[in-house]
């Protein structure tokens, strides 16, 4: 993605996707995704290390953060054998099949697993041999990945780690391929000036899904995971995350304009009878701004249009055109911004600590039930243009790392929106314990220099607690703990910034 990014940001505008579900069976429409509703899990990308060791600690500190989950990008073509056709005697559904070279991600899945962490695996990037003939100039793992073979290789995954082969952990949650909707990642997006990649994923989709779900049921098909930047050219390399999605998902949006205040707004409804296959709808949405900001472009979605996403998966949910195996999710499966310090094009550290609690709030709001941080730890700014890190990168490995403030705000987000109506001034407070389980939270208010009670809330199952009240006089800053004093959020600020960050996800990359 982040690569698409810095080369294309000049002629592309940020994007949100949505999701959309019905019945395992397909036989009859499954529920709408509902907002606000349900819990707010977090994860956080996996960045493989020079040790075991390392590694280790990588995952230690992730389920820390209280993520819940961390995904493991898997390379199809690093793992399958190479070269343009199959070995003889090759057999591609079996995991014990000795062309496989699975060595690097059982030990990061172990390593996962022991950390009290679930994993994702996110498959992309086909061997040669699993690539559509005449690949040309297209990036290699991208041209017309055969369905098929794709298929096979879940199916040998799956079944490896499927909980019962060889001592391995279980791994429930699978995404299939990354940001389609790139040609960097999937080629071509258009052939003859029509859209080819929806219709070529979707394949690929609902071959995988069969085989995932036929090793197991439970099994999490992750559908999407969509790149926050497309085009309407018709000779794209990149297309709309919301236009791909429905072509994916086989929808057709209308434009509806108020007659009265000229504001246009989007319905949503069925243009075939074709279904697809999968449990979540991922998405990417890169900002280049705070958490409320939209796109001017209709088609490309930021966070503060998640809501057009959640109507895109409606719609489809009600036209029963998705067939999960469970009740659909719309989850974030990628999702950052870089830091000052050390990037210096970064958003400001304070900043971008009240924006981790926000963003958590904002996508809870739209009904997202899944975000991922990327990643934990900032790459070094003379090789990588990562530097998302929940902590800074120490300059003798993972063990010399500084946790930034914004750790603090990802593990226990908290918000205190100040919201007038009728010239009266209410704050709406919500928040995360970071055990995501249900418990009691105290809300402070700075008081000069002391801390001091406000109210007592009860967070529900999830964890999730929520009230509006009066603005407390004299406050600038309030903030939520823990009743045993062992934890508590980043203070929260009623005053919004003056002057709000705008600029490029990845700072100076």
Aim: with cysteine; glycine share 8%; aromatic share 10%.
């Amino acid at each position: 993605m982040r690569q698409f990014i810095r080369a294309s940001l000049v002629i592309l505008a940020v994007m949100v996707v949505v999701v959309v579900a019905t019945s395992a069976s397909g036989a009859r429409k499954g529920a709408t995704v509902k907002s606000p509703a349900g819990p707010i899990d977090t994860g956080v990308s996996y960045m493989p290390l020079p040790s075991d060791a390392d590694t280790v600690t990588q995952f230690k500190r992730i389920r820390a953060a209280g993520a819940k989950y961390v995904e493991i990008r898997m390379y199809w073509r690093a793992v399958a054998p190479s070269g343009p056709t199959q070995p003889a005697g090759f057999q591609a559904k079996d995991p014990a099949d000795p062309n496989y070279k699975w060595g690097a991600y059982d030990r990061a899945v172990q390593a996962a697993a022991a950390a009290g962490l679930k994993p994702k695996l996110a498959i992309t990037s086909a061997p040669d041999w699993a690539e559509g003939s005449g690949r040309g100039s297209a990036r290699e793992g991208t041209y017309k990945p055969s369905p098929s073979a794709l298929a096979n290789f879940m199916t040998a995954a799956a079944k490896r780690y499927s909980g019962s082969f060889e001592s391995l952990p279980r791994v429930q949650y699978w995404a299939v391929w990354n940001e389609p909707n790139l040609n960097y990642f999937m080629a071509p997006q258009v052939v003859n000036r029509k859209a080819f990649s929806p219709r070529w994923y979707r394949s690929m989709l609902n071959a995988s899904a069969n085989a995932l779900h036929a090793v197991n049921s439970s099994n999490v098909v992750i559908a999407g995971e969509t790149a926050p930047f497309g085009s309407a050219s018709a000779k794209r390399n990149a297309t709309m995350p919301i236009t791909f999605m429905e072509k994916v998902l086989c929808v057709r949006e209308k434009k509806v304009v108020n007659k009265t205040t000229k504001a246009v707004t989007y319905s949503y409804k069925s243009a075939c009878k074709t279904k697809t296959k999968f449990d979540v709808w991922s998405h990417h949405p890169y900002t280049q701004g705070g958490p409320t900001t939209k796109v001017n472009v209709h088609g490309d979605v930021s966070l503060g249009d998640m809501g057009e996403m959640r109507n895109v998966l409606n719609a489809a949910i009600k036209a029963n055109h998705v067939v999960p195996s469970q009740k659909a999710r719309l989850w974030v499966t990628e999702f950052s911004w870089d830091s000052k310090p050390p990037d210096p094009g970064g958003v400001p550290i304070a900043l971008e600590t009240r924006w981790a609690s926000q963003m958590l709030y904002q996508m809870w709001s739209s009904g997202v039930s899944f975000v991922t941080w990327f990643i934990l730890r900032d790459q070094p700014m003379s090789t990588s243009p990562y530097q998302s890190g929940l902590y800074y990168a120490g300059s003798h490995g993972i063990l010399t790392d500084k946790a930034k403030p914004i750790l603090r705000a990802f593990r226990f987000p908290f918000v205190a929106l100040p919201r007038t109506a009728n010239g009266k001034t209410t704050v709406q407070l919500w928040g995360r314990m970071p055990t995501s389980k249900a418990g009691k939270v105290i809300i402070e208010r700075k008081s000069g220099s002391r801390w001091k009670r406000v109210k007592v809330l009860k967070a529900n199952r999830y964890g999730i607690f929520k009230l509006r009240i009066g603005k407390p006089a004299n406050t600038v800053y309030l903030r939520a703990r823990l009743p045993n004093k062992s934890d508590q959020s980043a203070p929260f600020s009623l005053k919004a910034p003056k002057k709000p960050w705008k600029g490029h996800v990845f700072g100076t990359g």
